[in-house]
């Protein structure tokens, strides 16, 4: 089985402070792992993936995020937040259930502070 | 190219009464999924479309039936509502492996009173 954590329902940062928001995962078999943005009243987006070779992975509008096998975690990061940045993030895990399909975390809300 | 969409983008029902939610998707992707979101809860898989002609139980599928038409459309019908089901679904599609991104469509917000 597999299932997604991710540590702190909201996170409020400053306009211009580095973004942090934590995934932390669990799978039996290696993961492909995901990050999705939901900007408010619309679908998902997907921002980064993680799926084999290197782990430091590079989104849209600066975003990363580190797979990090040893810590079983998907950190995703930004330097500086911007005000157009606020919004919910999904971090989502796939792979080795048969189902093609995501399972999800309970998400982060982001505010950026002006 | 529109994506992935949904219709309709509300929905009021009273307790009891049926619908159906309507995706399609022009991207010629292999899979679609339907998910359900709660507050709090993140995104849950209802049910989920491999290929054209099968379709598969995820992780909430009660009170819930699908319906892959062809490869471009994936219904999802409540027969008899219940407030419980009150939530925003989602459809999504993908080409069809694990690795895939999946593209949403835009939602559906479903009151059941």
Same mark, same amino acid.
């Given at each position: ?6 540590? !702190?329902?909201?996170?409020?940062? %400053? ?11 669990? %799978?039996?078999? &290696? ?8 900007? &408010? ?41 911007? /005000?157009?940045? =606020? ?17 999800? !975390?309970?998400?982060?809300? $982001?505010?950026?502070?002006? | ?22 995706? =399609? ?6 899979? /679609? ?5 709660? &507050?709090?809860?993140? $995104? ?13 139980? !995820? ?24 407030? %419980? ?6 459809? =999504? ?12 469509? &835009? ?7």
């Amino acid at each position: 089985a597999q299932s997604v954590t991710q540590l !702190g329902s909201h996170v409020s940062v %400053s306009e211009g402070a580095l973004v942090l928001l934590r995934c932390n995962y669990s %799978s039996s078999v &290696p993961p492909y792992l995901f990050w999705y943005v939901q900007y &408010p009243n619309q679908g998902l987006q997907l921002l980064l993936k993680y799926t084999t070779g290197a782990t430091l992975v590079k989104g849209i509008n600066g975003f990363e995020a580190e797979f990090k096998k040893s810590e079983t975690s998907f950190h995703l990061t930004k330097p500086s937040a911007h /005000m157009s940045d =606020a919004a919910e993030y999904f971090c989502a895990v796939s792979g080795g259930t048969g189902r093609r399909a995501l399972t999800f !975390g309970s998400g982060t809300r $982001l505010q950026v502070q002006p | 190219n529109a994506g992935v969409t949904q219709t309709p983008k509300f929905q009021v029902l009273k307790t009891g009464q049926s619908m159906t939610l309507q995706c =399609a998707q022009d991207m010629n992707h292999n899979s /679609m999924y339907w998910y359900r979101q709660d &507050p709090g809860m993140g $995104l849950r898989l209802i049910y989920y479309s491999a290929s054209e002609g099968t379709t598969d139980k !995820g992780e909430v599928p009660n009170g819930y039936n699908v319906s892959r038409l062809n490869k471009r459309e994936f219904s999802l019908r409540l027969e008899s509502a219940a407030p %419980s089901q009150t939530s925003v679904y989602f459809c =999504a599609s993908s080409v069809g492996t694990d690795s895939d991104t999946q593209y949403f469509g &835009p939602g559906t917000r479903l009151t059941v009173l």
